[in-house]
């Protein structure tokens, strides 16, 4: 690809990922230009914004020391309100730490209640995603009644974190067993979540080091602040990054022309499928799953559409209906639908709406493949017991 096509498309994606507060793919991208471009300092300006709104103001910093030109008045305005919240900031990283420290010596509730006075404390400060990790881990393990509110306050930089949606999927999977004559026991949701924290949490002690090793060490625990003043960061902009049209997205079915709508949009029916679908009303809700999958481009809640669309579709006996849409799913290229964590459990529905069309070996086949699988989990667990009730009756 020609290098100056390959910038372009680049800054076209940067600019979209800052548009739809996607900062970390923004951040990601940036990196990729990085490598081709040559304005290494609008780059790194760029990359300074978007670490402070992703809560982590020690890289941001670094950042900014590199800056020089015509950009270092706006870099110092920068670093002045980096430093006018950095007690805060080191008080929280601080209580992460603690937090941390509670989970190694076998006591998690008091990790919790630690941790959420720390976020009371710095409630105006950007948050890290590994503090957002923690915290949902641990409400999952000890509140789950207090887990759908705190992920729906979430940024949407984390709201799309692969381990949050895992474990906010746990906890709002519909049944996946849809033939009453194979009644299967589901697994409890927190045995899910449980298996989850020990599986994750464990990794999470290099965090608190790593927030603070990039250039200096600072006091793990200092008296936290009275007030914690607001970060105020204008959205990142770049005067020299052209707009540029986006390409027009693929189609959705090949039957008909897909009515797109806008991200913000998409969210709307999202949200109010899911209340549809958990009050029962499947028809409502598969009018607004079906808007939902059809936002400009793919976003953190598309998967989670797609699936609760499928399950509404076998809830009406639209079995045909379920399985196009486990067919789009998986054809499906953006980071969204490869890495959901809804990716296998929808290959469940699929078994449940082919043997509903009497389609049995094929059927049969994707529950063998998923019981199979190497990673165990809940999903290995239900393609288990649904294949052995199937051979059962035979």
Not at 2 to 13: A, D, P, W
Not at 21 to 46: C, F, H, M, P
Not at 320 to 336: G, I, P
Request: with cysteine; net charge negative.
């Amino acid at each position: 690809m020609n290098s100056t096509i390959q910038i372009e498309e680049l800054v076209k994606q940067t600019q979209r990922h800052i548009r739809q507060k996607q900062y970390l793919k923004a951040l990601a991208t940036l990196d990729s230009l990085e490598a081709v471009s040559g304005n290494r300092q609008q780059i790194l300006w760029q990359k300074a914004l978007l670490e402070t709104k992703v809560g982590r103001l020690h890289i941001a910093r670094h950042y900014l020391e590199e800056i020089q030109g015509d950009l270092r008045a706006q870099a110092e305005l920068l670093e002045k309100e980096i430093e006018r919240n950095w007690s805060s900031y080191t008080f929280l990283i601080g209580e992460y730490n603690a937090a941390y420290a509670e989970i190694r010596k076998g006591d998690s509730e008091n990790a919790l209640y630690i941790l959420n006075d720390a976020l009371h404390r710095v409630a105006d400060l950007p948050i890290s995603l590994e503090v957002y990790r923690m915290n949902t881990l641990l409400l999952a393990h000890h509140r789950p009644d207090l887990l759908a509110r705190f992920i729906l306050d979430l940024p949407i930089h984390a709201m799309e974190d692969r381990v949050i949606k895992r474990v906010h999927s746990a906890k709002t999977s519909p049944s996946l067993i849809e033939e009453q004559e194979l009644s299967v026991k589901q697994r409890k949701p927190n045995m899910r979540i449980v298996a989850m924290c020990a599986a994750i949490i464990s990794t999470l002690g290099l965090s608190g080091y790593l927030l603070l090793s990039d250039k200096e060490a600072v006091d793990s625990s200092p008296d936290p602040p009275a007030e914690v003043a607001s970060v105020v960061i204008a959205e990142p902009e770049d005067t020299k990054l052209a707009t540029v049209e986006q390409a027009r997205p693929q189609e959705l079915a090949d039957d008909e022309k897909t009515l797109f709508v806008s991200s913000e949009v998409a969210e709307g029916h999202y949200e109010d499928g899911l209340k549809d679908y958990r009050n029962g009303n499947y028809s409502r809700a598969i009018k607004s799953f079906e808007q939902a999958v059809r936002s400009l481009e793919s976003e953190y809640f598309s998967d989670d559409a797609a699936y609760f669309l499928t399950a509404s579709y076998m809830k009406e006996d639209a079995y045909e209906q379920a399985l196009r849409t486990v067919e789009q799913f998986q054809t499906e290229e953006s980071d969204d639908y490869m890495e959901s964590p809804y990716r296998e459990a929808i290959r469940l529905q699929e078994s449940s709406a082919l043997l509903k069309l009497n389609r049995r070996v094929e059927a049969i086949a994707i529950l063998e493949e998923l019981s199979k699988k190497t990673e165990i989990d809940w999903v290995n667990h239900e393609a288990a017991s649904k294949l052995k009730l199937l051979k059962d009756v035979e």
